[in-house]
Protein backbone atom coordinates (compact mmCIF):
# COMPACT_ATOMS: atom_id res chain seq x y z
CA UNK A 1 0.00 0.00 0.00
CA UNK A 2 2.95 2.59 0.59
CA UNK A 3 4.15 2.00 -2.15
CA UNK A 4 1.67 2.26 -4.38
CA UNK A 5 0.93 5.60 -2.53
CA UNK A 6 4.53 6.70 -3.38
CA UNK A 7 4.03 6.39 -6.84
CA UNK A 8 0.63 7.58 -6.81
CA UNK A 9 2.23 10.81 -5.07
CA UNK A 10 5.64 11.07 -7.65
CA UNK A 11 3.28 11.01 -10.98
CA UNK A 12 0.80 13.59 -8.93
CA UNK A 13 3.69 15.99 -8.00
CA UNK A 14 5.05 15.52 -11.67
CA UNK A 15 1.88 16.67 -12.89
CA UNK A 16 1.63 19.75 -10.71
CA UNK A 17 4.92 20.59 -11.19
CA UNK A 18 5.74 20.23 -7.73
CA UNK A 19 9.44 19.47 -6.88
CA UNK A 20 8.95 15.92 -5.07
CA UNK A 21 12.11 14.78 -3.12
CA UNK A 22 12.72 11.76 -1.48
CA UNK A 23 16.14 11.04 0.62
CA UNK A 24 16.17 6.93 1.85
CA UNK A 25 18.36 6.40 4.81
CA UNK A 26 17.39 9.27 6.47
CA UNK A 27 13.78 10.30 8.62
CA UNK A 28 12.18 13.90 10.02
CA UNK A 29 13.92 14.30 13.40
CA UNK A 30 11.38 17.72 13.86
CA UNK A 31 8.90 20.07 12.45
CA UNK A 32 7.97 23.70 13.11
CA UNK A 33 5.70 26.24 11.45
CA UNK A 34 7.83 29.37 11.66
CA UNK A 35 6.10 32.73 10.15
CA UNK A 36 4.88 30.82 6.59
CA UNK A 37 7.67 28.06 6.64
CA UNK A 38 7.99 24.78 7.65
CA UNK A 39 11.09 24.74 9.06
CA UNK A 40 12.34 20.72 9.76
CA UNK A 41 15.71 18.48 10.48
CA UNK A 42 16.16 15.27 9.58
CA UNK A 43 18.61 12.50 10.68
CA UNK A 44 20.50 9.43 9.27
CA UNK A 45 19.64 5.53 9.71
CA UNK A 46 23.35 5.58 11.52
CA UNK A 47 22.38 8.42 13.78
CA UNK A 48 18.68 8.72 14.22
CA UNK A 49 18.06 10.85 17.26
CA UNK A 50 20.76 13.33 15.95
CA UNK A 51 19.93 16.49 13.61
CA UNK A 52 22.03 16.16 10.24
CA UNK A 53 20.46 18.37 8.33
CA UNK A 54 18.36 21.81 8.58
CA UNK A 55 15.67 22.43 5.70
CA UNK A 56 12.75 24.08 5.12
CA UNK A 57 9.59 23.86 2.62
CA UNK A 58 6.50 25.53 1.77
CA UNK A 59 4.34 22.43 2.51
CA UNK A 60 4.51 19.06 4.46
CA UNK A 61 2.06 16.48 4.47
CA UNK A 62 2.89 13.54 7.22
CA UNK A 63 1.54 10.26 6.77
CA UNK A 64 2.98 8.29 9.57
CA UNK A 65 2.02 5.50 12.57
CA UNK A 66 1.49 7.62 15.76
CA UNK A 67 4.63 5.98 17.30
CA UNK A 68 6.68 7.67 14.67
CA UNK A 69 4.96 11.11 14.91
CA UNK A 70 5.52 11.07 18.58
CA UNK A 71 9.33 9.95 18.10
CA UNK A 72 9.44 13.32 15.67
CA UNK A 73 7.27 15.21 18.29
CA UNK A 74 10.05 14.32 21.12
CA UNK A 75 12.53 15.95 19.16
CA UNK A 76 11.13 19.55 20.54
CA UNK A 77 9.15 18.72 23.19
CA UNK A 78 11.04 20.80 25.56
CA UNK A 79 13.31 23.07 24.18
CA UNK A 80 12.61 26.20 23.56
CA UNK A 81 12.25 27.58 19.79
CA UNK A 82 10.33 29.48 17.64
CA UNK A 83 7.70 29.06 15.60
CA UNK A 84 4.57 26.87 16.13
CA UNK A 85 5.03 22.97 16.72
CA UNK A 86 2.27 21.46 15.26
CA UNK A 87 2.73 17.83 16.64
CA UNK A 88 3.02 19.19 19.98
CA UNK A 89 -0.09 21.62 20.04
CA UNK A 90 -2.71 20.50 22.69
CA UNK A 91 -5.30 19.60 20.07
CA UNK A 92 -2.99 17.13 18.14
CA UNK A 93 -1.78 15.69 21.23
CA UNK A 94 -5.22 14.97 21.70
CA UNK A 95 -6.30 13.43 18.56
CA UNK A 96 -2.59 11.39 18.83
CA UNK A 97 -3.99 9.58 22.10
CA UNK A 98 -7.65 8.83 20.70
CA UNK A 99 -5.86 7.30 17.87
CA UNK A 100 -6.41 3.40 18.43
CA UNK A 101 -3.61 1.37 18.21
CA UNK A 102 -4.35 -1.97 15.95
CA UNK A 103 -2.51 -5.06 17.22
CA UNK A 104 0.41 -6.05 15.40
CA UNK A 105 1.65 -9.36 16.67
CA UNK A 106 -0.89 -11.69 15.43
CA UNK A 107 -2.85 -11.28 11.83
CA UNK A 108 -6.35 -9.56 10.90
CA UNK A 109 -9.51 -11.15 11.42
CA UNK A 110 -11.05 -11.65 7.53
CA UNK A 111 -14.39 -13.09 8.07
CA UNK A 112 -17.56 -12.15 6.41
CA UNK A 113 -21.22 -13.41 6.71
CA UNK A 114 -23.63 -13.35 4.29
CA UNK A 115 -26.93 -13.09 4.84
CA UNK A 116 -29.09 -15.47 2.38
CA UNK A 117 -33.04 -15.38 1.72
CA UNK A 118 -34.27 -18.59 4.15
CA UNK A 119 -32.41 -16.46 6.87
CA UNK A 120 -34.05 -13.10 5.83
CA UNK A 121 -37.13 -14.78 5.91
CA UNK A 122 -36.88 -16.15 9.34
CA UNK A 123 -36.80 -13.20 10.78
CA UNK A 124 -39.66 -11.61 9.09
CA UNK A 125 -41.60 -14.53 10.72
CA UNK A 126 -39.87 -13.12 13.75
CA UNK A 127 -40.70 -9.89 13.12
CA UNK A 128 -37.45 -8.61 13.51
CA UNK A 129 -37.04 -4.70 12.77
CA UNK A 130 -36.61 -3.26 9.45
CA UNK A 131 -37.50 -6.76 7.77
CA UNK A 132 -40.20 -6.75 5.26
Do not use: C
Not at 49 to 58: E, L, V
Not at 96 to 119: C, D, F, G, H, M
Amino acid sequence: MFNALFDAIVVLAKQKGVQFEHHPSTRLHSILKIENLIHYTIATREHPNKKSAARTTDAAWLAMPRAALELVAQATRYEDHRGLDGLNHQKVQLYLESAILQPTSYPPQRTSYEVKANVVKALAKQDFPGIT
